[in-house]
């Protein structure tokens, strides 16, 4: 019972929905973080092909753009390709392409696993679907330089049919990297529900549009106005309970399978390390102590020139004087108050609501958030097997995808919508598929 308990206090509730019974949206809280993140996962496959190489029963070739897949007799029999030169090139600089030599390598089975089409801008924008609006000019990045989509159409022009290019899973909370490891690197914030959200202009987005409830739904609202960032008001309160970071950098704790760092960043006061360094050096954050101090800094910021800061304040006026109310017609205050009914996130996801103008509460803090790139929720058609497919249905001998390139799986396992949490047991799952496809 004690370790139900625990969990119950701690697993996430992300992705509410906020709509109808029957609309999108996440009706229990789960976890979706892994202990460890992404290195925890790595670890052991990294390890085994480490063995594998010190053995001799694997050649791991860095720094080998493939760009074309070799046919023979119908089947996909190799690769051929461009032998980059080596590049040591700083943090945050995307690595030389400048090819010094070619190669070529056959092989009884060939699995295609280089992950989806964030990092290539212009991809994005040529897939992106209709029912979102017109895609951003102004995006940052939430995959590395090198997710640029480049083997989904390699393997087109071997046969390899592309499907549901317009199923996408980009997030509205990015922010600047201050520290970036790629060019563009943006950092999603994970947002609680507390924060004040508004347009580009001011305006306050509609319900259910709460930090946290509909990343799609958003994303959609916002390609509207005509701008491709939004803001978030809020307070220091707010930023230390609620402001969670996407990668294994910005969570130390998880990372390093620390259980002391993990109690002390997550229950005590102030906010994480990796929280701090964004307010400090963050180029997206400003933190002023009052009211007037913060419209006017916004107004300053880089885009801040179209905001209405009369809107703004009567906004923030507004959704202040609904705290005093115990009845509250503001269904963001109303959910909030809802929300903290849970234990998890009263605990460590939901700060105790009070007036963003609050001195006890703050300095005030506001957010400026641009879209970023993220999921390919589409990509190589496969079989069950991780076979890929052809136009016309039929079975590429000695091809196969996984993970993000086939879309988590077959080429879009997950629909227009996609939980959060989700996309890990995919890439696994696909990834065995198609190996012990690929070894019979």
Same mark, same amino acid.
């Given at each position: 019972?004690?370790?139900?308990?625990?969990?119950?206090?701690?697993?996430?509730?992300?992705e509410?929905?906020?709509?109808?019974?029957l609309?999108?949206?996440?009706s229990?809280?789960?976890?979706h973080?892994?202990?460890?993140?992404?290195?925890?996962i790595?670890?052991?496959?990294?390890?085994a092909?480490?063995?594998?190489e010190?053995?001799?029963?694997?050649?791991?070739?860095?720094?080998?753009?493939?760009?074309?897949?070799?046919?023979?007799?119908?089947?996909?029999?190799?690769?051929?390709g461009?032998?980059?030169?080596?590049?040591?090139?700083?943090?945050?600089?995307?690595?030389?392409?400048?090819a010094?030599?070619?190669f070529?390598?056959?092989?009884?089975?060939?699995?295609?696993?280089?992950?989806?089409?964030?990092? /290539?801008?212009?991809?994005?924008?040529?897939?992106?679907p209709?029912?979102?609006?017109?895609?951003?000019?102004?995006?940052?990045? *939430?995959v590395? =330089?090198?997710?640029d989509?480049?083997?989904?159409?390699? =393997?087109?022009?071997? +046969?390899?049919?592309?499907? /549901?290019?317009?199923?996408?899973g980009?997030?509205? &909370?990015?922010?600047?990297?201050?520290?970036?490891?790629?060019?563009m690197?943006?950092?999603?914030?994970?947002?609680?529900?507390?924060?004040l959200?508004?347009?580009?202009? *001011?305006?306050r987005?509609?319900?259910?549009?709460? @930090?946290?409830?509909?990343?799609? *739904?958003?994303?959609?609202h916002?390609?509207t106005?005509?701008h491709?960032?939004?803001? !978030?008001?809020? =307070?220091?309160?707010?930023? &230390?309970k &609620?402001?969670?970071l996407? +990668?294994?950098?910005?969570? @130390?704790?998880?990372?390093?399978?620390?259980v002391?760092?993990?109690l002390?960043?997550?229950?005590?006061?102030?906010?994480?390390? @990796?929280?701090?360094?964004?307010?400090?050096?963050?180029?997206?954050?400003?933190?002023?102590?009052?009211l007037?101090?913060?419209?006017?800094?916004?107004?300053?910021?880089?885009? *801040?020139?179209?905001?209405?800061?009369?809107?703004?304040?009567?906004?923030?006026?507004a959704?202040?004087?609904?705290?005093?109310?115990?009845f509250?017609?503001?269904?963001?205050?109303?959910?909030?108050?809802?929300?903290?009914?849970?234990?998890g996130?009263?605990?460590?996801?939901?700060?105790?609501?009070?007036?963003?103008?609050?001195?006890?509460?703050?300095?005030?803090?506001?957010?400026k958030?641009?879209?970023?790139?993220?999921?390919?929720?589409g990509?190589?058609?496969?079989?069950?097997?991780?076979?890929?497919?052809g136009?016309?249905?039929a079975?590429? @001998? +000695?091809?196969?995808?996984?993970? &993000?390139?086939?879309?988590?799986?077959?080429?879009?396992v997950?629909?227009?919508r996609?939980?959060?949490?989700?996309?890990?047991?995919?890439?696994? !799952?696909?990834?065995?598929?198609?190996?012990?496809?690929?070894?019979?």
């Open positions: 019972m004690g370790l139900v308990a625990a969990a119950e206090a701690t697993a996430g509730w992300a509410r929905g906020g709509y109808g019974a609309g999108p949206g996440n229990v809280p789960r976890f973080i892994t202990w460890g993140t992404g290195p925890g790595v670890t052991p496959f990294e390890e092909a480490r063995r594998a010190d053995a001799g029963t694997l050649t791991i070739l860095p720094r080998h753009r493939v760009t074309e897949l070799v046919i023979a007799d119908g089947a996909v029999v190799g690769a051929r461009d032998v980059l030169a080596d590049s040591a090139t700083e943090r945050g600089v995307t690595s030389s392409r400048d010094v030599g070619d070529e390598i056959t092989a009884g089975a060939t699995i295609v696993a280089s992950g989806g089409i964030g990092g /290539n801008h212009e991809l994005v924008r040529s897939a992106w209709e029912r979102l609006g017109t895609p951003p000019a102004h995006m940052l990045s *939430g590395p =330089s090198y997710v989509g480049s083997m989904q159409t390699v =393997s087109a022009a071997a +046969g390899a049919r592309l499907i /549901n290019g317009d199923r996408m980009h997030y509205v &909370e990015g922010i600047q990297n201050w520290n970036p490891v790629w060019p690197h943006g950092i999603r914030i994970l947002p609680g529900p507390s924060s959200w508004l347009d580009a202009t *001011g305006r987005l509609p319900v259910p549009l709460f @930090p946290g409830f509909d990343t799609l *739904g958003t994303l959609e916002l390609r106005t005509g491709d960032h939004s803001w !978030f008001v809020t =307070s220091r309160q707010i930023v &230390e &609620e402001f969670a996407s +990668g294994s950098e910005q969570n @130390p704790d998880l990372t390093g399978r620390d002391k760092l993990l002390k960043s997550r229950l005590a006061k102030g906010p994480t390390g @990796p929280v701090q360094a964004f307010l400090d050096e963050g180029a997206d954050f400003i933190v002023e102590n009052d007037e101090s913060l419209l006017e800094q916004m107004q300053r910021h880089d885009g *801040g020139g179209i905001l209405d800061i009369d809107q703004v304040r009567r906004e923030i006026i959704r202040d004087r609904e705290m005093d109310n115990d509250t017609k503001d269904a963001q205050i109303g959910m909030l108050r809802s929300m903290r009914g849970y234990r996130d009263k605990l460590i996801r939901t700060a105790a609501p009070h007036r963003l103008q609050d001195p006890g509460a703050g300095p005030m803090i506001a957010v958030l641009h879209v970023l790139t993220r999921k390919s929720l990509g190589i058609n496969t079989d069950l097997a991780g076979r890929a497919l136009s016309d249905g079975v590429i @001998p +000695g091809l196969f995808a996984a993970g &993000e390139a086939s879309g988590f799986g077959g080429g879009g997950h629909g227009y996609a939980l959060e949490g989700t996309f890990l047991g995919g890439c696994l !799952f696909s990834g065995r598929q198609a190996g012990r496809a690929a070894a019979c």
